[in-house]
């Protein structure tokens, strides 16, 4: 079992809809990723945070915002999105950023699977 | 960006045999991960290798960080049905990001 919890598992929206991914980690990690990933690619790093601060946004269109609440949450809020961006959305985290000396061991969620109409 | 050239892209293996993939950049890399990703699920990491030389093993896995810090290789000795999956090598690069290679899909064989 994995613990790094993400909800909801599966999500369908229109391109006019407003939703939100949910990501919540209680192994006391002070750093949190989203990652993009498309079927039979790899994951895509899109944002990286370190104690709550955003460290990293990979040139990732606006219609995607991140936000990290506290040290064990993080969200990622969907809007005006768009067909291709239809793609199993994984969070992760890790003790620390590589930056502040981590490991690089990132822990993932099962992903949410998110289907734009 | 840096990239990763991961091979093979897939293999078909018997059950019982011994598998062998492998990882290799234009740039050096500070740290090598290996993860495994079943269908509908986050990835798994494996093993996680932080110098150049190590040789380190997990239960039949075995992998090594290359001396010249440009690639890794991930070996599975015995290969079960479980076995079966995405792999993907990871590494840090020099902006403090993992990227991934584009993963080896390992198949077996009935």
């Known amino acids: 079992d994995t613990e790094v919890t993400q909800t909801p598992k599966h999500l369908v929206m229109g391109m006019t809809n407003k939703k939100s991914l949910k990501c919540e980690q209680h192994?006391?990690?002070?750093?949190m990723y989203w990652y993009k990933q498309k079927a039979k690619k790899p994951p895509e790093l899109m944002f990286v945070?370190?104690?709550?601060?955003?460290?990293i946004n990979e040139s990732v269109p606006s219609r995607f915002s991140p936000e990290c609440p506290n040290s064990s949450l993080l969200n990622l809020h969907l809007h005006a999105l768009q067909p291709e961006d239809s793609a199993l959305y994984l969070c992760?985290?890790?003790?620390?950023?590589?930056?502040?000396?981590?490991?690089?061991?990132?822990?993932f969620g099962e992903g949410s699977r998110l289907t734009v109409l | 960006g840096q990239q990763l050239n991961q091979s093979p892209q897939s293999m078909f293996i018997q059950e019982g045999e011994d598998v062998s993939m492998n990882c290799t950049s234009s740039s050096i890399f500070n740290t090598w991960l290996w993860y495994k990703q079943d269908p509908g699920e986050g990835p798994v990491l494996l093993i996680a290798l932080y110098k150049a030389g190590e040789l380190t093993s997990n239960g039949r896995l075995t992998a090594q960080f290359g001396t010249t810090r440009k690639d890794s290789f991930l070996n599975i000795s015995a290969s079960i049905p479980s076995d079966v999956g995405i792999y993907f090598c990871?590494?840090?690069?020099?902006?403090?990001?993992?990227?991934f290679g584009k993963g080896t899909r390992l198949h077996i064989l009935p």
């Open positions: 990871a590494g840090s690069d020099r902006d403090d990001k993992i990227i």
């Open positions: 192994m006391g990690h002070r750093a």
């Open positions: 992760a985290s890790s003790q620390e950023f590589l930056e502040q000396g981590g490991t690089g061991e990132l822990f």
């Open positions: 945070y370190s104690y709550e601060k955003l460290s």
